[in-house]
């Protein structure tokens, strides 16, 4: 791809214009931000250089901040503001009223807006964030009861994964007591809420339905789950609100480090490799400024390829402790972002898929990814009627945009910044696999016969 004098003399206004915005606020600028890759190649004709984008403060935001302060969206002539938010709700809705140009978002978050759960708007994702990242958590008492119902190793470790079937007396216990068991999840299409449902289910506890009138999801449950924003949750654990939570790092670190509980499973042990978050823009915003678009996909690809990279989760670490962004301690970050994970206290254990962002196609939206989360929302009553097998494929391809993300990859190989073998050969379809804690096979071609196969869950005809 050869350089043009439009293209550049557009870019250096760009520059010029942006330095002197700058200086006129009275601002400096450090000079490694501003410095451009050398091996940057020919300048897409970006439609809107100025950006707003949204987070939540997880260390699975990790892709958007590295673009920023590695100059990643700058080589790309993109000039990026990155905000954190209060809670998803907020992301989704500053989104679709254009309030953000794109945001670190749950993936279930846009499958629902264009499936018909909750606020609709056309929604896509040219980007997959990262994979693994959760845990579920337990109170201190909670694990006290839990512990004896677990199997040991010789040295009287805990054997994982451990599941759902340790709880369940604890549960009935509560329940006998008068204490109905409550539980946390961050919001009731994310990842984490499908996942406590999977590990609760496999083990015969009913996480609850959705129904019209029930939109919190209680219907017949043996556990109450509930919303809490990230942040909050070792704090609502403290207070007794809630006996255990799922969530994403740094988390269920933090009540570790608190002493105020324990966690008990990881997602990678749900669902080995699972996707978990995804970067979102409106439909319109990507059909308005499609070059704009492809800059971005780029510039996380990189930057998710920066953080599998053999040494530099150690930096990460220290951008991501930065208050603008995770803005937890450090060390906490540390104990999952390094490739180990702890349990109990003292029970660190190697973990080296435990954030990934880059390995195993992680940034690529496949559509099997995607159909997975609509297969949970159907099984749970988000979705209340059947559905045809060709409308979890129509759905999923009007929002997933691996097309978009294979474009800026092919760019990129050719730039020198990733290998021809970094690009899937797909069709956007995974094979099946059986990698989840119940052993259940998924195949994303065949979602109607994957929601039938559960014993707790909604059932589909086959059309």
């Not at 324990?262 to 669902?271: G, H, K």
Request: some cysteine; overall charge negative; hydrophobic content about 40%.
């Amino acid at each position: 791809m050869k350089k043009n004098i439009l293209t550049l003399f557009v870019y250096s206004l760009l520059l010029m214009a942006s330095a002197l915005l700058f200086l006129q606020c009275g601002g400096s600028a450090k000079s490694e931000e501003i410095e451009t890759s050398e091996t940057t190649s020919e300048l897409l004709l970006i439609e809107k250089p100025q950006l707003t984008f949204g987070f939540i403060k997880l260390t699975d935001m990790a892709p958007l901040a590295i673009a920023k302060e590695l100059g990643y969206f700058e080589d790309e002539g993109l000039f990026v503001t990155i905000e954190a938010q209060s809670n998803w709700k907020n992301v989704l809705d500053r989104v679709i009223d254009g309030q953000l140009d794109g945001s670190h978002m749950l993936a279930g978050q846009p499958i629902a807006a264009g499936a018909g759960f909750g606020r609709q708007a056309k929604l896509v994702t040219p980007f997959s964030m990262d994979l693994n990242g959760n845990g579920i958590t337990v109170s201190n008492e909670v694990w006290s009861k839990m512990k004896p119902n677990v199997t040991k190793d010789d040295s009287g470790k805990p054997v994982h994964p451990i599941t759902a079937d340790a709880l369940a007396p604890v549960i009935t216990e509560y329940k006998n007591s008068g204490k109905p068991f409550k539980m946390g999840m961050v919001f009731p299409v994310s990842t984490h809420n499908y996942e406590i449902r999977y590990w609760l289910a496999a083990a015969g506890i009913n996480p609850g339905f959705y129904t019209a009138d029930n939109i919190q999801g209680q219907v017949d449950a043996d556990v109450l789950l509930s919303v809490t924003p990230p942040p909050q949750m070792p704090a609502t654990l403290e207070a007794g609100t809630i006996y255990g939570y799922c969530v994403g790092e740094p988390w269920n670190q933090q009540a570790v480090f608190k002493g105020i509980g324990v966690p008990v499973t990881t997602n990678y042990d749900i669902w080995k490799n699972n996707p978990e978050k995804v970067f979102v823009m409106t439909k319109s915003f990507v059909e308005k400024y499609p070059n704009t678009a492809l800059a971005v996909t780029k510039a996380l690809i990189r930057a998710g390829k920066w953080l599998d990279t053999p040494g530099n989760r150690p930096k990460a670490v220290g951008i991501l402790s930065m208050p603008e962004y995770v803005g937890a301690d450090s060390v906490v970050i540390a104990n999952s972002m390094t490739g180990t994970f702890e349990f109990e206290k003292g029970d660190k254990r190697t973990m080296e898929d435990f954030n990934v962002f880059f390995r195993h196609n992680a940034t690529y939206p496949f559509y099997s990814d995607g159909i997975w989360f609509l297969t949970q929302m159907r099984r749970w009553g988000q979705i209340p009627e059947t559905k045809s097998e060709d409308w979890y494929h129509n759905t999923i391809k009007d929002i997933y945009r691996p097309d978009i993300w294979k474009e800026a990859a092919e760019i990129l190989v050719e730039e020198g910044h990733l290998e021809a073998s970094d690009i899937p050969d797909t069709d956007g379809y995974k094979a099946a696999t059986s990698d989840f804690i119940d052993g259940t096979s998924y195949d994303g071609k065949n979602p109607i016969g994957y929601i039938n196969s559960f014993k707790i869950g909604n059932k589909d005809e086959v059309q």
